[in-house]
C-alpha cells in the first residue's frame, strides 16, 4: 500500500506532528495513526524532526494532525497520555471546539448543542457503535432524560483515548447525527506493545461548601507472545459533593393568563403607570382590572441543593493478532452514577391562587408591565423539602473482527450490546404556612430581591403538611447493532471503495409513577419531624451575594423522619399513559468513496436506512426509509492551505417519547403535554464550505461557513389558559394529588376540568422549511518559546428561536509548556440562548450565557512523577435562567443560583 503523499504531502508540519506524538510518549490511543510503512520512514528520514515537548501540545498536535488529514470536516481531541483526557468531563473538553455549546447539571457538563442545533440533532459512538446514556436532573435542567440526547456526565474523561466530532456527514456515518457525529474511542492495549501501568490521585475541594473528595483513577496494561495478544483493564472512581444556592421565581406571570384576578385592589397603593395593554392584548379599558394584567413572580423562593454524586468506571479491553491479517478485540465498558439530591425552597404562593391575595401596594417598572416591589396579604408561604435519589447505569459489550483479505481488501465485522438503565424515586414534603402579609422587592437587584414575612417562618407552629408528592422514574434503553464492511484499496494513490451493512434494534422502556402504596398521615409539624435550615447549611446567600433583605433561615422538613411518617416508599403500578415500550428497528446499507485526483480528494455516497418504529402505549407501528446522500471535497491548493466543500443529507428521528401519544400532566403547574404519534423524522440538508491554513509548525487558522436546512422541523405549541378535552382530562384527573382526605391530596392543584386554567402543549411537524447558518473561525499558535494562543469563534443565525442556538460563542486559551512545566488558561463564552418555548404566559424560557474560566497546571517531578492543580470555574460564574414575557421583548429571572469553584490537586505515576 503507497501513501497517497499527493494529497497529504506529508510536509513538514504535519509529519514533525506526527514524528513528535511518537518521540514525546504522550501519545497513547493516537499511537494507532502513526505511519509504519517504508515510504513513510523514508519519508521521515528526508527531513528535519522538531519535537513538540510536554504532553498537552502533544495531544493538540495530534488532534491537528487528525483533522488535517480527514475527509470530512471534523476536530478530533487526543488524550494527553493514558488516563488524561484534557478535562475532568468529556462535555467539558468539547465545549471549546468550535460551535459546540453544552449544557449543565450541578456545574457539570451534562449535554452540547453543536452548531445551533440541541443535543437531539447529535448522536453519539463509542468504540464504533451508537449509545444511550440516561441521568436524571433538576426540574429545572430538564430532569430525567428519555429523549435521544447523550448525557456526558456519566462518564468521567479518564477512560477515553481519542474523541472525533464529525461536522459533515459521510455515508459510512450512521444516518442521525444531522449536527454532529461524536465518536469515542477506549483505550487499547496493543496500541501501545509492552507493560504499562499508570495511576492517579485526586483530591478536589469546593470553596462553597468546604467539601473535600476523592478521584482515583488507575491503568494496567500488558502485551504477551510477541506483543499479538494484550490486556487493558482500567479503574476510574470519583465522588462529587455540590452545593448549589441561589433565588427563583419559577417564572413570571399575570392573573389574567389563568383568567384569575386579585381578591381586592379597591385600596391598592400604585407606584407607576399600568401599561395592561402591553401584556394582554384583551385588555379592555373601564371594564378589566389594570393590576390583573400585571406580571408578578409565580413562586418568589429561596433555593439550596445539596449533591452527592459518586462515579465508578471499570473498562476491559482484550485484543489478539493470532495471524498477520487477522486482529480481534473485545472491550466492555460499565459505568454507574449515584446521585442524591436533596434540596430546600421557600416560596411565596401566587400561582392558581390570585384570587386570594390583596396587593395593598405595588410598584410598577418603568415600562408599566410587572411589579417589581410589591406589599400583599393572604399570602399562604410553603417550604418545599425534596429527595431526589437516583442509579444510572451503563454497560457496553463491543467485539469487532478485522482481517486483511489479500493486500487491497479489508473485511469488518463489529458486533455490540449496550445498555443503560436510570432509576430515580422522588420525595417531595410541603409545608404549607398559615396566610399571612409578604413583601418582595427587586429595585436594587434584579436577581435577588429583598423578602419578608408577617411571621417566624422558622417556627414549626405556623405550618402544616399538605400534598406531598411522591415519584418513582425508571428509564431503561437497549441497543444492539451487528456491523460489517468491506474496504478496496482500488489504486496507488490510495483510492478507497467501502460498502457496509448495519442492523440496529433499539428498544426503551419508560415507566412513571406517582401511585405511592400504604401511605399514612404524618404526625403534626415538630421539632422531630423539622428542623431550620440554618443546621444544614448556616451561611445561605452568602456565594451568590444575597442582600441582606432576603431571609437566610426558613423551616424545612427532616426528609428521612418525613418518610417514615408518611408511610412512603412502596409504589404501586400505573397504568397511565406516562408508561410506554417503544421498539426502533433499523437495517441500512452504504456505499462510499475515497478518490484521489491529484491535488483534489473526493469523497462520495449514499447510505439507505429503512426504519420499523412499534410501541405499546398507542397504535403506533410505522415503517420509512430514507435515502441519504453525501459528498465532501477538499483540495490542496498548496502544501499548507486546503478548501473544502460538503453537501449532504440526513435525517433525525423523533424522541421516543414523542410518538407513544402519552399525556402528561402537572396539576399543581396548570400545565399538561400531549404526544403525537404521528409525528415523524425530520429531514436536514447541510452544505458546508471551508478553508484550512496551516502556517506554521502545530499552528493553524481555518474558517467555515455553513447552513442547515430542516424540513419537517417537529415543534412544539403551548396553548395558555385552556381547558382540557375531557379524554386529557380524565386521565390527568387519576393523579393523587386530588384524593380528597388522602395524605396525597393537595388542594391548589389546579381541577382537571377547570375551564381557562391550563396551559397545553402538543407536537407537529412544521410544514416550513427552517434554516441555520453561520460561520466559525479558529486558530492556534505556538511561539517558539512555547507559549501557545488557541482561540475560535462561532456565529450562528436562524429565522426561527430555536432551543439552545446562541448567536455568538466564542473560546480564548493560552498555554505553556516544558518539559517539565506546563500551564493552560481557558476562557469559554457564550450569547444567551433558549431552554424552552412558552409556558406561563412567557414566549420563551432561556438562560443568560455564561463565561467560564477554568485553569490548570501540571509539574513533572521526574519521568514517573507529576503533580498536578486544576481549577474549574475559577471566577465563581452563576447559573441564570429567565423568561422573555408574552412578547418576547423582556427579561424576567427564574433561576439564580451559584455551584463555586473547585480546586482539583492531585499526583500520577507512570510506569
Known amino acids: 500500500m503507497e501513501t497517497n503523499l499527493k494529497n497529504f504531502k506529508l510536509n513538514r508540519l504535519l509529519t514533525c506532528m506526527l514524528l513528535s506524538s511518537t518521540i514525546s510518549g504522550a501519545a497513547y490511543a493516537a499511537e494507532q495513526n502513526t505511519a509504519t ?161 499508570t495511576g492517579s490521585l485526586q483530591s478536589s475541594y469546593n470553596i462553597q461548601n468546604g467539601d473535600t473528595n476523592p478521584r482515583i483513577n488507575g491503568f494496567v496494561s500488558n502485551t504477551f507472545l510477541e506483543d499479538t495478544v494484550g490486556v487493558l483493564v482500567g479503574v476510574s472512581t470519583s465522588k462529587r459533593t455540590v452545593k448549589q444556592e441561589g433565588f427563583g421565581t419559577v417564572r413570571f406571570t399575570g392573573p389574567h393568563v389563568s383568567g384569575e384576578s386579585w381578591a381586592d385592589t379597591s385600596s391598592t397603593i400604585i407606584n407607576g403607570t399600568p401599561n395592561p395593554s402591553a401584556n394582554n392584548p384583551d ?93 400583599f396579604s393572604g399570602v399562604a408561604p410553603r417550604s418545599e423539602s425534596r429527595g431526589q435519589y437516583s442509579t444510572s447505569d451503563f454497560n457496553q459489550t463491543v467485539f469487532n473482527a478485522d482481517y486483511q483479505l489479500n493486500d487491497d481488501i479489508t ?98 422502556d419508560s415507566t412513571h409513577t406517582r401511585q405511592p402504596g400504604g401511605l399514612t398521615s404524618p404526625n403534626d409539624p415538630s421539632a422531630s419531624n423539622t428542623k431550620s435550615l440554618s443546621s444544614i447549611a448556616s451561611d445561605f446567600g452568602d ?52 478518490y484521489y485526483f491529484n491535488e483534489l480528494t473526493v469523497n462520495a455516497g449514499v447510505r439507505y436506512v429503512e426504519t420499523t418504529v412499534s410501541g405499546d402505549a398507542s397504535d403506533l407501528e410505522e415503517t420509512y426509509d430514507n435515502t441519504l446522500p453525501a459528498l465532501n471535497l477538499t483540495y490542496n491548493v498548496t502544501d499548507d492551505l486546503l478548501v473544502r466543500a460538503a453537501w449532504s443529507k440526513n435525517v433525525v428521528r423523533p424522541n421516543p417519547q414523542s410518538l407513544t401519544g402519552q399525556v402528561i400532566g402537572t396539576p399543581i403547574n396548570g400545565s399538561a403535554s400531549v404526544s403525537n404519534p404521528g409525528v415523524g423524522p425530520e429531514t436536514v440538508t447541510s452544505i458546508d464550505v471551508s478553508a484550512e491554513w496551516y502556517f506554521a509548525d502545530e499552528s493553524y487558522v481555518a474558517f467555515v461557513y455553513f447552513q442547515k436546512d430542516i424540513t419537517d422541523a417537529i415543534t412544539s405549541t403551548t396553548q395558555n389558559g ?123 424560557q432561556n438562560n443568560t450565557g455564561p463565561t467560564r474560566v477554568d485553569f490548570s497546571s501540571s509539574y513533572n517531578f521526574s519521568e514517573t512523577w507529576t503533580a498536578t492543580l486544576e481549577v474549574i470555574n475559577l471566577t465563581n460564574e452563576q447559573e441564570r435562567n429567565f423568561t422573555t414575557g408574552p412578547t418576547g421583548d423582556m427579561n424576567l429571572i427564574r433561576e439564580y443560583n451559584s455551584t463555586g469553584t473547585e480546586l482539583i490537586l492531585g499526583v500520577r505515576a507512570t510506569f
Open 411 to 508: 473485511l469488518s465485522f463489529m458486533a455490540g450490546k449496550a445498555t443503560s438503565e436510570h432509576d430515580e424515586e422522588q420525595y417531595r414534603y410541603n409545608l404549607t404556612g398559615n396566610a399571612t402579609t409578604f413583601e418582595y422587592d427587586f429595585t436594587g437587584n434584579s436577581n435577588l430581591p429583598t423578602m419578608s414575612y408577617g411571621y417566624d417562618i422558622t417556627d414549626f407552629t405556623n405550618f402544616s403538611w399538605t400534598g406531598p408528592h411522591h415519584r418513582r422514574d425508571n428509564v431503561t434503553r437497549e441497543n444492539e447493532t451487528i456491523r460489517a464492511d468491506i474496504t478496496w484499496e482500488f489504486n496507488d494513490e490510495g483510492s478507497t471503495l467501502r460498502a457496509g451493512y448495519t442492523s440496529n434494534s433499539r428498544v426503551i
Open 722 to 844: 385552556v381547558t382540557l378535552p375531557a379524554e386529557y382530562a380524565e386521565i390527568i384527573a387519576t393523579d393523587p394529588i386530588y384524593n380528597v382526605g388522602s395524605p396525597s391530596y393537595d388542594p391548589s392543584a389546579v381541577d382537571a376540568y377547570a375551564t381557562n386554567q391550563w396551559n397545553l402543549t402538543t407536537q407537529s411537524n412544521s410544514s416550513e422549511v427552517d434554516e441555520i447558518s453561520g460561520f466559525e473561525i479558529a486558530a492556534r499558535y505556538v511561539f517558539p518559546i512555547g507559549v501557545g494562543i488557541d482561540a475560535n469563534y462561532t456565529r450562528i443565525k436562524s429565522d426561527d428561536i430555536v432551543q439552545g442556538l446562541s448567536e455568538n460563542a466564542y473560546n480564548l486559551g493560552v498555554f505553556y509548556e516544558n518539559d517539565t512545566f506546563g500551564a493552560r488558561l481557558y476562557v469559554n463564552a457564550r450569547d444567551d440562548y433558549q431552554t424552552g418555548g412558552s409556558a406561563n404566559g412567557n414566549l420563551t
Open 37 to 197: 510503512t517504508q515510504e513513510n520512514k523514508q519519508a521521515a528520514d528526508e527531513i528535519e524532526v522538531i519535537e513538540v515537548t510536554g504532553s498537552f501540545r502533544g495531544a493538540l498536535s495530534r488532534g491537528l494532525f487528525e483533522k488535517r488529514n480527514a475527509t470530512n470536516s471534523k476536530d478530533t481531541i487526543m488524550s494527553e497520555d493514558v488516563g488524561k483526557m484534557p478535562d475532568l468531563n468529556l462535555a467539558e473538553s468539547l465545549q471549546r471546539v468550535p460551535g459546540v455549546a453544552i449544557t449543565r447539571e450541578g456545574g457539570e457538563g451534562r449535554n452540547i448543542t453543536v452548531r445551533g442545533m440541541g443535543a437531539t440533532y447529535s448522536q453519539v459512538t463509542l468504540n464504533g457503535m451508537q449509545i444511550p446514556a440516561s441521568t436524571g436532573g433538576l426540574d429545572s435542567s430538564g430532569g430525567v432524560n428519555r429523549g435521544r440526547s447523550f448525557d456526558f456526565n456519566m462518564f468521567g474523561s479518564e477512560l477515553f483515548g481519542q474523541m472525533d466530532i464529525h461536522k459533515t456527514y459521510a455515508a459510512s456515518l450512521e444516518e442521525g447525527g444531522v449536527a454532529s457525529t461524536v465518536s469515542l474511542h477506549t483505550l487499547r492495549p496493543l496500541d501501545k506493545p509492552g507493560f504499562h501501568a
Open 283 to 375: 385588555f379592555v379599558d373601564g371594564v378589566d382590572d389594570p393590576l390583573d394584567s400585571m406580571w408578578t413572580p409565580r413562586l418568589p423562593r429561596t433555593d439550596l441543593f445539596n449533591q452527592e454524586q459518586s462515579r465508578n468506571s471499570f473498562l476491559v479491553s482484550l485484543q489478539a493478532r493470532p495471524m498477520d491479517d487477522l486482529e480481534l478485540s473485545l472491550n466492555i465498558l460499565d459505568s454507574t452514577r449515584d446521585a442524591d439530591v436533596e434540596s430546600y425552597n421557600f416560596f411565596a404562593q401566587f400561582r392558581n391562587v390570585y384570587g386570594t391575595l390583596t396587593p395593598t401596594e405595588v410598584t410598577l417598572d418603568p415600562s408599566g408591565r410587572y411589579i417589581t416591589a410589591g406589599k
Open 543 to 594: 456565594t451568590i451575594g444575597a442582600p441582606s433583605g432576603m431571609f437566610s433561615d426558613w423551616l424545612v422538613a427532616d426528609i428521612a423522619v418525613a418518610r417514615q411518617e408518611y408511610s412512603a416508599g412502596t409504589f404501586l403500578p400505573d397504568n397511565r399513559s406516562g408508561n410506554y415500550v417503544v421498539s426502533e428497528d433499523t437495517e441500512g446499507f452504504y456505499v462510499d468513496v475515497d
